[in-house]
């Protein structure tokens, strides 16, 4: 039965196109959902993105959208990294502050140092290559804006899309398709939450899904880190309140 608080929610869902929103349109499926693009929801035109919310009564903006892949762009066009993943993010949060909105921020578990693992929501941040600074400098602006939740997320593509894998680094993998289950469960959260899963070899993880993947010596991988597994004991809390059994954490 759905609850009222529910049925009164209205989200806008930045990142059409990407791959996890191809399961969050099922999973938000109870809500009346908005899904943009570059196309009809600029990160870098303002105007046109007050536009589009005006009238719509929005209560919850999910910002997925972003650069991410491939990772060495961050490293080759800054400029990119920087508009899409900073100077977006901030006219989003002024966009929110604007209408009340709350704001669901996507940002990423290499915002820790990824050394030690077991990271915290409170553990010391040290991003470790440039897409990982560009989704901090995201969470600056995110976190003026008080209404909002912010999750650090260690999620990767279902299926597993790589034909190689990184053996003799530690993470807490959990695949797109099941964060998005669990969406729905977190739209009233703020703050800071992890958001991954249990922590093991990358290798190991892939490997359980795709039998024959190859691997690669994490000692060949410039710039990885070699642990940058979460505490997630946050996240299960809520879950466990929530009555939702996830049977992956």
Request: proline share 2%; aromatic share 12%.
């Amino acid at each position: 039965m759905e609850k009222s608080s529910d049925i009164k929610k209205i989200i806008l869902v930045t990142g059409k196109n990407s791959r996890f929103c191809f399961f969050l349109k099922k999973d938000l499926k109870k809500f009346k959902t908005y899904f943009t693009s570059k196309n009809n929801f600029n990160l870098l035109n303002f105007n046109q993105m007050k536009k589009f919310i005006k009238n719509k009564k929005i209560t919850h903006l999910i910002h997925v959208a972003g650069l991410s892949r491939p990772m060495d762009l961050h490293e080759k066009d800054i400029n990119l990294s920087i508009d899409l993943n900073v100077i977006g993010t901030a006219n989003i949060v002024k966009l929110c502050n604007l209408f009340k909105i709350k704001l669901v921020y996507f940002s990423t578990n290499y915002v820790y140092p990824g050394k030690t693992g077991n990271y915290k929501e409170t553990s010391k941040l040290l991003p470790f290559n440039n897409y990982a600074w560009s989704k901090l400098g995201g969470e600056t602006s995110v976190h003026l804006y008080k209404n909002s939740l912010i999750l650090r997320l260690c999620m990767t593509d279902f299926p597993f899309t790589h034909k190689k894998a990184i053996k003799g680094a530690k993470t807490s993998f959990i695949f797109n398709k099941d964060v998005s289950k669990i969406m729905p469960f977190l739209l009233d959260e703020s703050g800071i939450l992890n958001i991954g899963g249990k922590k093991r070899d990358i290798y190991e993880f892939a490997k359980k899904f795709k039998k024959k993947i190859k691997f690669i010596e994490y000692k060949k991988i410039k710039n990885f880190p070699r642990d940058s597994s979460l505490n997630i004991q946050k996240l299960k809390n809520i879950l466990k309140k929530k009555t939702f059994n996830f049977k992956n954490i």
